[in-house]
T-cell receptor, first 114, second 113 residues
Framework: GENVEQHPSTLSVQEGDSAVIKCTYS??????FPWYKQELGKGPQLIID?????GEKKDQRIAVTLNKTAKHFSLHITETQPEDSAVYFC?????????????FGQGTTLQVKP | EAGVTQSPTHLIKTRGQQATLRCSPI?????VYWYQQALGLGLQFLLW???????NRGNFPPRFSGRQFPNYSSELNVNALELEDSALYLC????????????FGQGTRLTVV
């Protein structure tokens, strides 16, 4: 069935360093890939997304890359800050337009040490 | 503009009881999704409603059900509660199906004792 694998499950970096989270998906028809940030006690917040017609998208310190051939996509956070500490989820839209669904990875707990 | 709102914030039920969770989508959004997030786990897809109809459901037993009202708000009902149903239940909404940006509410923390 449809599946999204996310790595690593935990990531600890020093403030100012970069952080990279990687995901792979199984449904080759997937064409929409959002990333969410979830802080403690809150719902997931959409931080960036990418569609299959582009290979990279940037928004200030956050960037996402997509390799459709390899079915990989990654989140890159540069110049990390303590407030970036949270759980990050990748997701992929699987299935056809009228019946598809967003499948989420298992999450990455990012800790940014001051 | 108000975001996705869910009620109640917390809910404590006894095993065997029924729970009803509510979700109001962002104004203009017609799609509502429900996800279960058990402690330490990822988001498991439950249900997707669009224009009042159920479009898709995840691998959950039939005692998980719901509906979407004409104003696009939604209810999730869980019958015959089991201890393992304890989780954060998240609702999200989007403008037009799952290929567009989905925004989540704060969730309802359901505890079954």
């Amino acid at each position: 069935g449809e599946n999204v694998e996310q790595h690593p499950s935990t990531l600890s970096v020093q403030e100012g360093d970069s952080a990279v989270i990687k995901c792979t998906y199984s449904d080759s028809a997937s064409n929409y890939f959002p990333w969410y940030k979830q802080e403690l006690g809150k719902g997931p917040q959409l931080i960036i997304d990418i569609r299959s017609n582009v290979g990279e998208k940037k928004d200030q310190r956050i960037a996402v890359t997509l390799n459709k051939t390899a079915k990989h996509f990654s989140l890159h956070i540069t110049e990390t800050q303590p407030e970036d500490s949270a759980v990050y989820f990748c997701a992929a839209f699987a299935g056809s337009g009228n019946t598809g669904k967003l499948i989420f990875g298992q999450g990455t707990t990012l800790q940014v040490k001051p | 503009e108000a975001g996705v709102t869910q009620s109640p914030t917390h809910l404590i039920k006894t095993r065997g009881q029924q729970a009803t969770l509510r979700c109001s989508p962002i104004s203009g959004h017609t799609s509502v999704y429900w996800y279960q997030q058990a402690l330490g786990l990822g988001l498991q897809f439950l249900l997707w409603y669009d224009e009042g109809e159920e479009r898709n459901r995840g691998n959950f037993p039939p005692r998980f059900s719901g509906r979407q009202f004409p104003n696009y708000s939604s209810e999730l009902n869980v019958n015959a509660l089991e201890l393992e149903d304890s989780a954060l239940y998240l609702c999200a909404s989007s403008f037009e199906g799952a290929r567009t940006e989905a925004f989540f509410g704060q969730g309802t923390r359901l505890t079954v004792v």
